[in-house]
């Protein structure tokens, strides 16, 4: 299967949680407002994301919550500060 977390480095990070490297991208120079192939934008891909990461289907067919979501608001609190800053 695929798993779609753009095709730019500030995405991967993004959808990742590594905001130590999404931070070095920025202030390398990578822009915030990119969008992807599929017209697909950084948020885009992290809710997208976020929700593959944070549910799961059981052993009896019900969907389960595998893991916690709270990385996402804090990634995404993350990239508003620093779309804040620009």
Known sequence: GCCNLGELPLCFA????QPEIFDFLVNAGAQ???ITREG???LHLMVEHSVHRSTGIGVD???QKKEEDSWCLRMYDHIQNRMTDQ
């Open 32 to 34: 915030l407002d990119v």
């Open 40 to 42: 697909q934008n950084l």
């Open 61 to 63: 067919g019900m969907i």
């Open 14 to 17: 993004a959808c990742t949680n």
